[in-house]
């Protein structure tokens, strides 16, 4: 039997291998690929996608995948797991006909393109017509999986495994609730934070500092690096992770908090165990545990006193001139900027999470056939109004402004705010379990945090669930009572005194 679960590991590996190779090509096409090139890449791309969709769905790991789920007790709990992880992947990957796959492929390209211009023109009459269609494939493609009676929920839990729109809309209504007068208090403030101080901040020393930063919290440069593109994004696994960041002169804060987010998804990805890689084993648990990563180092601990308290010194250094009439209260506060905006991806931590509770609540209704999609601009503007008091005065600003729907990843916004949560309920976990961790942070130690995460969260792989591994390491069920005490008790003193 430990033949079979060589082979199949052998065959996991391929997979891998591949996928990483179509990762370098994606991240290059990101970052370095001439204006000219693009054509060669894509036939490049679409070579490599083909050789992976025939190594995953290769008829022989299903084979090897009925032997062992015949004979568990010749498994260890480790190789269990894997077993089990690798069926739901392998389902995913063979349930769908090819022409459901190519077809999906097509609109996707061509609602991208439709999407863009969609945008540019702010005429979303345009693009309905691939969000229809977009639509009936997603609830096609939950009916070849076994979830025709639940296709929002597949569609979740595609990327949060475990997890359901039942679950989320109880954990939504909840932080609702709590947020909305926390964000009304401080709309009402008469302080304000100003980031229209930062200005002249050269490139190079941007550079200089994020990577000492970045290197600080942890993060391996012999096994990564950073790069400069259009939109930051982390790519890669185990050995080799490449992050990107982009540079405004103007908004040094821009570039260095989403290093900062980045690195938490390229600590994640460093910290999985390298020896597992190719299997469920050495892979993330899932959007959700994957963003708590990110928005942990990005808000709890960067945007913290003793964080600042270690590296405001260091940033001065670096740029002595522009930050000479800045006084460390102001740069404190514009670090914890909050300002209502329509753009989710300019949002601050604060109302962040009220963009994703608007676009849950639409998606839910699009897939119950209770919003037509010709009615969603309208929809969404009056939800807009209602959970951030603003209305966007053209559907760029409101309904176009995202790209996720048009490569028809429903299900996928909640994670964002699932990070969220998750990241409150692990940060106060952590400090109850590691006393005086905040102190090393304003001595520049990121260790113990680190190695925290380590053990509890990264080299835990795809073992268990979502919800499942916040309960395990948290001894807690998921709940929002904990971000919203993170955001009261950081926000409360700046804004609300
Ligand atoms: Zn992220």
């Not at 090897?64 to 990957?93: H, K």
């Amino acid at each position: 039997m430990s033949d079979s679960y060589e082979l199949l590991v052998a065959k996991l590996k391929r997979v891998h291998v591949l996928g990483t190779v179509a990762g370098l090509l994606g991240w290059d096409e990101q970052v370095n690929l001439p204006p000219d090139s693009a054509d060669q890449r894509g036939e490049q791309m679409a070579l490599l996608a083909e050789l992976n969709h025939d190594a995953a769905s290769d008829a022989g790991i299903g084979k090897l995948l009925g032997e062992l789920e015949n004979a568990p007790a010749s498994l260890t709990v480790e190789q269990q797991v894997v077993v089990r992880e690798t069926r739901r992947d392998y389902d995913r990957m063979t349930k769908l006909p090819a022409e459901f796959v190519a077809e999906k492929a097509r609109l996707s390209s061509a609602a991208y393109h439709a999407w863009a211009e969609a945008k540019a023109t702010s005429d979303f009459a345009a693009y309905a017509p691939f969000l229809c269609k977009h639509l009936a494939l997603a609830k096609r493609e939950a009916t070849y999986l076994g979830w025709a009676d639940r296709p929002y929920d597949y569609a979740i839990d595609k990327h949060d495994p475990g997890m359901t729109a039942a679950r989320l809309t109880a954990l939504f209504t909840e932080l609702k609730a709590g947020l909305v007068p926390l964000v009304r208090a401080i709309a009402a403030s008469p302080i304000k934070a100003r980031t229209d101080i930062f200005r002249g901040f050269p490139v190079e020393a941007q550079r200089d500092f994020l990577r000492e930063v970045t290197e600080r919290l942890g993060f391996n440069y012999r096994r990564g690096r950073i790069d400069v593109s259009l939109h930051p994004f982390c790519e890669g696994s185990g050995a080799d992770i490449r992050m990107t960041t982009r540079f405004d002169a103007d908004n040094p804060l821009d570039s260095l908090f989403s290093s900062i987010h980045e690195t938490g998804h390229g600590l994640y990805e460093q910290g999985l165990p390298l020896a597992l890689q190719g299997t469920p084993l050495g892979q993330n648990a899932g959007m959700g545990i994957h963003e708590s990563q990110s928005r942990l180092w990005e808000n709890q601990v960067s945007r913290s006193r003793e964080f600042w308290a270690f590296f405001e010194p260091r940033f001065r250094e670096k740029f002595p001139a522009q930050l000479a009439a800045v006084s460390p209260e102001e740069l404190y506060l514009a670090v914890n900027e909050v300002a209502p905006t329509l753009i989710r991806v300019d949002s601050d931590e604060v109302h962040y999470n009220l963009h994703i509770l608007l676009r849950f609540e639409l998606e839910q209704r699009l897939f119950a056939d209770d919003l037509a999609v010709a009615d969603l601009p309208v929809a969404w503007n009056a939800l807009s109004q209602e959970l951030l008091g603003l209305t966007p005065t053209s559907d760029r600003q409101g309904v176009l402004q995202d790209v996720h729907w048009s490569g028809g990843a429903f299900g996928y916004f909640p994670s964002y705010c699932l990070g969220n949560m998750i990241a409150a309920q692990l940060w106060f976990t952590v400090l109850k379990t590691l006393p005086g961790l905040e102190d090393d942070f304003a001595k520049g130690d990121f260790s113990r945090l680190l190695g925290w995460l380590r053990t509890n969260i990264h080299e835990q792989g795809r073992r268990y669930d979502t919800l499942a591994l916040v309960l395990n390491v948290t001894g807690e069920e998921l709940t929002p009572k904990y971000l919203l005490r993170y955001l009261q008790e950081r926000y409360a003193p700046l804004y609300l005194k």
